[in-house]
């Protein structure tokens, strides 16, 4: 089975820091990787998705970026932070190849609160 | 375009008590539909997924959920709520097969389920 890991767990920064939120996947190859955010009371909206290295997809206008260096590997950057960046971010990975495309696996998040 | 619609934000149950989530769905074709959990501050967790297979999906920890298409329902059931159900839940659609490739999932607003003792 595969395993996704975030960090950090929690973070604190300052509006116009520069953000860096990293997340890893084990246990598949290839896998289709994607960023969430959740804000206060809300539902999870799709940032980014990412079909394979070097691809990034942007889902909607934001202060975001996001890289995919690695197979497994699957960051998410910002230059400076704005207050409206803060919230629960999640990674999620595609299941293996068997699985059906749609079913994916989240991992543990990142809450970030810009002050 | 698919959209979600959970109808209830906040559900308040007592323990042992039925337990209905419920949820509405616009799509164009025959989705995929999923619930997840979502325990305080941590990740999510599938509990069930509709992929046009059996009607009546049974799901982890005692869920089930029954796809409706003549009601674009697809409201999460379970018998008897206990204490360690309280999260909050998530009623989710995918966009297979427009984009076939990307998985993208479309996600309800929420509903927080509290479970009193």
């Known amino acids: 089975s595969q395993t996704i890991h975030q960090w950090p767990a929690t973070l604190v920064q300052p509006v116009g820091s520069p953000l860096s939120l990293e997340c890893t996947v084990e246990?598949?190859?290839?896998?289709?990787l994607y960023w969430y955010r959740q804000a206060a009371g809300r539902g999870l909206q799709l940032l980014f998705y990412s079909v394979g290295i070097g691809q990034i997809s942007s889902e909607v206008p934001q202060n975001l970026s996001a890289s995919r260096p690695q197979d497994r590997q699957f960051i998410l950057s910002s230059k400076k932070l704005l207050l409206s960046d803060s919230g629960f971010y999640l990674c999620?990975?595609?299941?293996?190849?068997?699985?059906?495309?749609?079913?994916?696996?989240f991992g543990p998040g990142t809450r970030l609160t810009v002050t | 375009a698919q959209s979600v619609t959970q109808l209830d934000s906040h559900v308040s149950v007592s323990e042992g008590t039925p337990v209905l989530l419920r949820c509405n769905y616009s799509s164009s074709y025959s989705p995929s539909l999923f619930w997840y959990v979502q325990h305080p501050n941590k990740g999510l967790q599938l509990l069930l997924k509709y992929t046009s297979a059996a009607t009546l999906v049974k799901g982890i920890n005692g869920f089930e959920a029954e796809f409706k298409k003549s009601e674009t329902s697809f409201h999460l059931t379970k018998p008897s709520a206990h204490m360690s159900d309280a999260a909050e839940y998530f009623c989710?659609?995918?966009?297979?097969?427009?984009?076939?490739?990307?998985?993208?999932?479309?996600f309800g607003q929420g509903t927080t389920l509290q479970v009193k003792p």
């Open positions: 999620a990975s595609r299941g293996a190849l068997s699985t059906p495309l749609h079913e994916q696996y």
């Open positions: 246990g598949t190859s290839n896998p289709n």
């Open positions: 989710v659609v995918s966009d297979y097969p427009f984009s076939s490739n990307t998985g993208k999932l479309i």
